[in-house]
């Protein structure tokens, strides 16, 4: 069965403190895998597309790197306006729909 | 103005009502995507569309329809409304072409509850 599953639940860091998120997967031959953003009563937000092992994207404090395993999303020296929920899915090669872990909900304090 | 609107933000009714979600996108998308979202859960497909004339169940159909009125235009319904069915709705759109694997983008969501 095709799944995906996000650690940890919540992460709470100082400002400065550079941590990573995990997104493990399990999928029949992957399509694509995809890092979102969500605020609070917002929807979520694209951030990064991976499409095979080895790949990496950065964008400002966030890198996200891929194995055929899982992915990776790395945070640098974060502010507190990159507090919010990270979701992670992954699209099959068997079907279009995408597979939503469940997310890390990221506190910064200042 | 937001490229998906989804409308209303808030609602909430009764069981057995009737209910309309209407989304509405300036993206130029073919492809339109009806999720529901509940605490501690990933984000579940109910339905989608990838032209006017294509409407395919997602993974938790059940007690739901839809309409697409026009490439910009997609309706969800809850003909009967039920208590389980509270929860924070989202239309989404996405590009055709490539592998398909293009990113989704998302409207803020109705929030849906049910007495």
């Known amino acids: 069965e095709d799944q995906v599953t996000q650690s940890p639940e919540a992460l709470r860091l100082q400002e400065g403190e550079s941590s990573s998120l995990n997104c493990s997967y399990t999928?029949?031959?992957?399509?694509?895998l995809f890092w979102y953003r969500q605020d609070p009563g917002k929807g979520p937000e694209f951030l990064f597309t991976?499409?095979?092992?080895?790949e990496e994207k950065e964008k400002e404090r966030l890198k996200a790197t891929l194995t055929k395993k899982e992915s990776f999303l790395h945070i640098t020296a974060p502010k507190p306006e990159d507090s919010a929920t990270y979701l992670c899915a992954v699209q099959a090669d068997s079907n279009y729909q995408l597979i939503w872990g469940a997310g890390t909900k990221l506190i910064i304090k200042p | 103005d937001a490229d998906v609107t989804q409308t209303p933000r808030n609602r909430i009714t009764k069981t057995g009502k009737r209910i309309m979600l209407e989304c509405s996108q300036t993206?130029?998308?073919?492809?339109m995507y009806w999720y529901r979202q509940d605490p501690g859960l990933g984000l579940r497909l109910i339905y989608y569309s990838f032209d006017v004339k294509d409407i395919n169940k997602g993974e938790i159909s059940d007690g739901y329809s839809v309409s697409r009125q026009a490439q910009a235009k997609f309706s969800l319904s809850l003909e009967s409304a039920i208590p389980n069915q509270t929860a924070l709705y989202f239309c989404?759109?996405?590009?055709?072409?490539?592998?398909?694997?293009?990113?989704?983008?998302f409207g803020d969501g109705t929030r849906l509850s049910i007495l």
């Open positions: 991976l499409y095979s092992a080895g």
């Open positions: 993206k130029g998308h073919d492809r």
């Open positions: 989404a759109t996405g590009e055709t072409g490539g592998a398909g694997n293009q990113p989704q983008h």
């Open positions: 999928v029949s031959g992957l399509r694509g």
